[in-house]
């Protein structure tokens, strides 16, 4: 049978990760291309970030945003996480005939609201318009470019045994809530996308210790994902301290209903941080005093034992594996 | 870690008596269980054995024949639990079927199949009906519904089954079951008691971690004492009638019948088909579909990983034919299957 492309290669998981590698590295491979969030680049004396994303979710509205304000936050998180400081992005839109004006506005408006709170500029873009039915109403992507802050160094290679690792909020709930608008399993529950634009908090943080040495956006694939990832990267393990992981009750319930990890599902405001131990302190009580991050949490630490693998501490003193995620958990859920 | 977890985990640790196996017959047990490292935490002398709980691991591939044949040949729009879709049938799966241009419409209910049905009157809608007495009124439901408005475009493909009997089939392959607490729930549990005549033993049990320790302690102790025992663990939701409209909707619009479990044969008694009133809406008599047998894989051991005979690893196409994405037997295929959960957790 011929080999196509299915929505698991979408995922943000382990079967992206084997397009990525089969496809698009083997193609596009240099010396920048990057595994993380962002590029970092070099030019003169400036170390610069780069990153671009696209944004194609389903309904292009949701409780707690919508496309335009996700495609803001998705392109400065991931800036962010290299410690740069956005500066300017760029957007390209693909639009359905037939797509009200005034929802544009809508969209348009949310992105001018979010990148004027993070201070950065919109300095170019680009409109595609296709026939009905050839894109589902709008489809967006950013690029960014951000200043790196100096003394900044973080990558998922560089997590360390011994290092604690921190989530800066309750996780899964933008997936959550995306799932709960589609309305596919008739459940009421009152959750709002996490979505937000984490600048702010990650600058306060490196103001406070520059000694850390991952920041990862969770998005897609939620934290469990983004973990795999860093234990790959790093080769090292992650214990997880299972009944640490802050999780917000109504997304409890309805992971509880449907047989969901809430670590798996996605977050569009969510950071993990990895650090050593002795900066904890310093890095919770920054994210305590910043907007969107007043829920953080250590939830583990990062160990010598079983490179690669995530494993958790569970709620009856046991030791367990958080499972790898298969397939489609939900397709366009950013 | 609160008082229970603790007092039931010094039970079953300081066991020291003859080997027992204790049998789960829920697919959510098995996943807590798997999810919460209870095994690890067993002493070499108790084994938890994963039985035949949940609803597609037990499905026949012939059942699976049978949906096909309606997707592919009837012109028909099979609506089903995603689970179902990639549980290999004797040539293929529903998803391959998909893929070849087959009408299959994933749902999460099947009032959502029976909704679907009446917004498209022009197309023939079955509904592929699995699970056990905690997911058959609704489908029972969709039926009654159906058949109060008139609407001819709508049936099921009927393979509920029923517990009771299967405990009694399988009253070798273990000392004592934990029942599924959900089941217990609509059905009460006066039919569990009436097993411990037969020498037929075991507790019902809840989900949370305290519940399920406290669960397989109580069994581990009941079983030590050697005497006949039933006792509810999950007393905060199962009582002993259960849920008396969830029975009565079952025996209004059903009957029991003998069935195939995967993997264990027929079981007389333990199927649920539709009853003369509602047999319009029964797919075999509104598509003379006959019944189809089927042919697994004989590599694949399901059957035996079902009885608790042998352990995933055991089978030879454990982990190298068969994974999650691509499963050869049904108990690869949902996030509950024993197989399953043996990959996920790399045992």
Redesign the interface.
């Known amino acids: 049978m011929t080999e196509t492309v299915t929505l698991?290669h979408g995922a943000g998981g382990k079967q992206t990760s084997e397009l990525i590698d089969k496809v698009f590295k083997e193609h596009f491979s240099n010396p920048e291309f990057t595994p993380d969030d962002a590029a970092v680049l070099t030019m003169g004396s400036n170390r610069l970030a780069m990153s671009t994303d696209g944004f194609i979710v389903s309904p292009w509205e949701f409780p707690g945003g919508n496309i335009g304000k996700l495609s803001i936050c998705g392109t400065v998180n991931d800036l962010s996480c290299m410690g740069a400081r956005p500066r300017y992005l760029t957007c390209g839109f693909v639009i359905e005939e037939g797509f009200p004006l005034s929802d544009l506005e809508k969209i348009a408006s949310a992105m001018e609201k979010t990148a004027n709170e993070v201070g950065v500029r919109i300095v170019a873009g680009d409109t595609k318009v296709v026939g009905k039915g050839q894109a589902d109403h709008v489809f967006i992507n950013t690029a960014g470019i951000g200043e790196i802050m100096e003394g900044v160094n973080t990558s998922g290679a560089f997590a360390k045994p011994g290092d604690n690792i921190i989530v800066s909020g309750d996780v899964g709930r933008h997936g959550c809530a995306i799932l709960l608008a589609r309305d596919?399993?008739?459940i009421d529950a009152d959750v709002k996308s996490d979505c937000a634009p984490l600048w702010q908090a990650v600058e306060n943080v490196l103001n406070a210790t520059k000694d850390v040495h991952v920041i990862r956006d969770a998005t897609r694939g939620g934290v469990g994902t983004v973990l795999y990832e860093i234990a790959a990267q790093s080769n090292v393990g992650v214990l997880l301290d299972q009944d640490s992981v802050p999780v917000h009750e109504s997304v409890r319930g309805v992971c509880g209903m449907l047989?969901l990890e809430p670590l798996y599902l996605a977050c569009e405001g969510r950071l993990v941080f990895i650090a050593p131990e002795s900066q904890t302190d310093k890095i919770l009580t920054a994210l305590a005093n910043s907007e969107y991050t007043k829920g953080a949490a250590v939830i583990g630490r990062i160990t010598d034992e079983e490179p690669g693998?995530v494993m958790?501490e569970?709620?009856?003193?046991?030791?367990?594996?958080l499972?790898?995620p298969?397939?489609e958990l939900l397709p366009r859920i950013c | 870690?609160n008082e229970n977890?603790e007092k039931a985990?010094e039970i079953i640790q300081g066991y020291d008596g003859e080997p027992l196996r204790i049998m789960e017959v829920c697919g959510?047990h098995t996943?807590e269980i798997?999810?919460?490292?209870?095994r690890?935490?067993l002493p070499d002398n108790i084994r938890l054995i994963s039985g035949p709980g949940c609803p597609v691991c037990v499905t026949p591939n012939g059942f699976i024949d049978e949906a096909l044949e309606l997707c592919l040949n009837k012109g028909v729009t099979v609506c089903t639990f995603g689970d179902l879709i990639r549980v290999p049938g004797s040539k293929m799966s529903l998803a391959d079927a998909r893929a070849k241009g087959a009408d299959v419409k994933m749902v999460?209910?099947p009032i959502d199949a029976f909704e679907f049905a009446k917004e498209n009157p022009d197309k023939d809608v079955t509904f592929l009906a699995v699970g056990f007495e905690t997911t058959t009124p609704a489908a029972c439901i969709a039926v009654d519904e159906a058949k109060k408005i008139g609407l001819h475009n709508f049936s099921i493909l009927c393979a509920n089954k029923t517990m009771v009997n299967a405990y009694r089939a399988l009253k070798g392959s273990a000392d004592a079951f934990l029942y599924p607490g959900h089941v217990n729930a609509i059905t009460g549990t006066i039919p569990c008691e009436e097993l411990v005549d037969e020498g037929i033993y075991g507790v019902v049990a809840g989900f949370t971690?305290s519940e399920l320790?406290t669960a397989i302690a109580v069994t581990v102790r009941r079983l030590q004492e050697g005497k006949p025992f039933f006792e509810n663990c999950y007393p905060r939701v199962v009582t002993r009638e259960g849920s008396k409209s969830g029975m009565e909707l079952i025996e209004k619009v059903m009957e029991h019948c003998d069935t195939e479990w995967r993997g264990l044969g027929v079981i007389p008694m333990s199927g649920l088909r539709l009853n003369e009133d509602y047999r319009e809406y029964d797919a075999h008599v509104k598509y003379d579909l006959p019944h189809m047998e089927g042919h697994t894989n004989p590599a694949c051991r399901c059957g035996d990983v079902l009885k608790g005979i042998c352990s995933p690893k055991d089978c030879k196409v454990f982990a190298k034919g068969c994974t999650?994405?691509h499963p050869i037997g049904s108990c690869m295929v949902s996030?509950?299957g024993t197989c399953s959960a043996y990959f996920?957790?790399?045992l």
């Open positions: 698991a596919d399993f008739a047989g693998r958790m569970t709620a009856i003193g046991a030791k367990t594996l499972p790898q298969a397939g | 870690m977890i985990k959510t996943h798997f999810r919460l490292g209870i690890s935490l999460y209910s971690a320790l999650p994405q996030n509950e996920q957790y790399s």
